[in-house]
Nanobody, 121 residues
């Protein structure tokens, strides 16, 4: 089986910074794209940022210039550095990965359990 485990969420004041991490473990041959999504109460889950295996990134307009997504393929880990946080960034942040579990096999999408990020004003 495959697991994605997030860490690093918490409470921070507006203008502050947090870094959340996501580690994939289990029966993994390779990981294609990975990404972070967030879901605020009563709202849908939206893409925050995504990164391909070779490091190409894309960001939601609302976080461009403030958030930076990176990955370490040797550790099956992605990092989301969040700077200049705003109260509207408050949400549960979920990690997602498209993972190949056997050579020549298909990609499966896995999600982490989520980590809470709360930004106080």
């Amino acid at each position: 089986q495959v697991q994605l485990v997030e860490s690093g969420g918490g409470l921070v004041q507006a203008g502050g910074s947090l870094r959340v991490s996501c580690v994939a473990s289990g029966s993994i041959v390779s990981i294609a794209d990975m990404g972070w999504y967030r879901q605020a109460p009563g709202k849908q889950r939206d893409l925050v940022a995504a990164i391909t295996r070779d490091g190409s990134t894309n960001y939601a307009d609302s976080v461009k210039g403030r958030f930076t997504l990176s990955r370490d393929n040797t550790k099956n880990t992605v990092y989301l550095q969040m700077n200049s946080l705003k109260p509207e960034d408050t949400a549960v942040y979920y990690c997602r990965g498209n993972i190949q579990r056997r050579i020549g096999g298909p990609l499966y999408t896995y999600w982490g359990q989520g980590t809470q990020v709360t930004v106080s004003s």
